[in-house]
């Protein structure tokens, strides 16, 4: 079992920037690929980033590439989103997942755990 918890949302200006962390608890941490995705309001969940469980992959939505980074501190048992040149349409609900096989995919239902979210509102 792993319990995952988001935190580092908030509300910035556009163009900004914000880091989100998600700490996992579990010995078997760095044997999970990890995800970030999001949800907006009225909106379905869509996908972010991955990351393998080494982190020596990574994927991104094209909406968030050259902007995110997805990162992992195995030692920390956390994962990290780091969000540049932030725009009003990033806001939402980010979510942290973690799937149970090295790889990393961009499908949410292909996980296994996920976090509460934490908030990221970027007003214009």
């Known amino acids: 079992q792993v319990q995952l918890v988001e935190s580092g949302g908030g509300l910035v200006q556009a163009g900004g920037s914000l880091r989100l962390s998600c700490a996992a608890s579990?010995?078997?941490?760095?044997?999970?690929?990890m995800g970030w995705f999001r949800q907006a309001p009225g909106k379905e969940r869509e996908f972010v980033a991955a990351?393998?469980?080494?982190?020596?992959?990574?994927s991104y939505a094209d909406f968030v590439k050259g902007r995110f980074t997805i990162s992992r501190d195995n030692a920390k048992n956390t994962v990290y989103l780091q969000m540049n040149n932030l725009k009003p349409e990033d806001t939402a609900v980010y979510y942290c997942?973690?799937?149970?096989?090295?790889?990393?995919?961009?499908?949410?239902?292909?996980?296994?755990?996920w976090g509460q979210g934490t908030q990221v509102t970027v007003s214009s």
């Open positions: 990351i393998t469980w080494s982190g020596d992959g990574t």
């Open positions: 997942a973690a799937r149970r096989f090295r790889s990393s995919v961009p499908d949410g239902s292909r996980y296994d755990y």
């Open positions: 579990g010995r078997t941490f760095s044997s999970y690929a």
